[in-house]
């Protein structure tokens, strides 16, 4: 069994963006790393957004059911960050289904550590994988304290 690992003890509410404006994978992508700027500086953001697209260019992170878990690990980050977006029109991200993404998760991890960013994407994947309400729910929010309510009792159905 692996280490539980609850993601709203891993999110801040300045890293949700509640329907986001975005109609595009590369806008979307460069607007959750835009949230990590004033943590990272815009020449670690420009180095994240590379690292980003180019994990997406080897096979997008679109897993299907209307979620995205875009990430990299980088040596210029020193501490693992999620960043969330929702999009109510949904955005084309090549996707294993081929249907739109309307949840993103951005996972960023220094490029030391792999068991935490894995965890963190099993994490994600478990408790939004194949749960078309919680994308829903999510997707419904209206604001990151919302977002992060909804995600706090989902933790708990499931992690306990």
Same mark, same amino acid.
């Not at 801040?12 to 607007?31: D, P």
């Not at 994988?129 to 909804?150: L, R, V």
């Given at each position: 069994?692996?280490?539980?690992?609850? &993601? =709203?003890?891993? &999110? +801040?509410?300045? *890293?949700?963006?509640? *329907? +986001?404006? +975005?109609?595009?994978?590369?806008?979307?992508?460069?607007?959750?790393?835009?949230?990590? =700027?004033?943590?990272?500086?815009?020449?670690?953001? !420009?180095?994240?957004?590379?690292?980003?697209?180019?994990? !997406?260019? @080897?096979?997008?992170?679109?897993?299907? $059911?209307?979620? /995205?878990?875009? %990430?990299?690990?980088?040596?210029?980050?020193? @501490?693992? $960050?999620?960043?969330?977006?929702?999009?109510?029109?949904?955005? !084309?991200?090549?996707?294993?289904?081929?249907? =739109?993404? *309307?949840?993103?998760? &951005?996972?960023?991890?220094?490029?030391?550590?792999?068991?935490? %960013? &894995?965890?963190?994407?099993?994490?994600?994947? %478990?408790?939004?994988?194949?749960?078309?309400?919680?994308?829903? /729910?999510?997707?419904? /929010?209206? +604001?990151?304290?919302?977002?992060?309510?909804?995600?706090?009792? !989902?933790?708990?159905?499931?992690?306990?």
């Amino acid at each position: 069994m692996y280490n539980v690992i609850r &993601l =709203s003890e891993r &999110l +801040s509410e300045k *890293h949700i963006i509640i *329907h +986001s404006a +975005s109609t595009n994978a590369e806008n979307i992508l460069r607007e959750m790393v835009g949230t990590l =700027s004033e943590e990272l500086g815009s020449e670690v953001c !420009e180095d994240v957004a590379t690292a980003v697209f180019s994990r !997406e260019k @080897q096979k997008s992170t679109g897993i299907g $059911y209307g979620v /995205a878990v875009p %990430h990299a690990r980088i040596s210029s980050v020193k @501490q693992l $960050y999620c960043v969330v977006a929702t999009s109510e029109n949904g955005i !084309e991200f090549k996707a294993l289904d081929g249907k =739109s993404v *309307h949840l993103f998760f &951005l996972i960023i991890s220094p490029d030391s550590t792999v068991g935490p %960013h &894995l965890n963190i994407i099993s994490a994600i994947s %478990h408790l939004v994988g194949k749960n078309a309400k919680i994308c829903e /729910a999510f997707n419904k /929010a209206f +604001s990151p304290a919302e977002f992060m309510e909804i995600l706090r009792k !989902e933790e708990e159905k499931y992690i306990g």
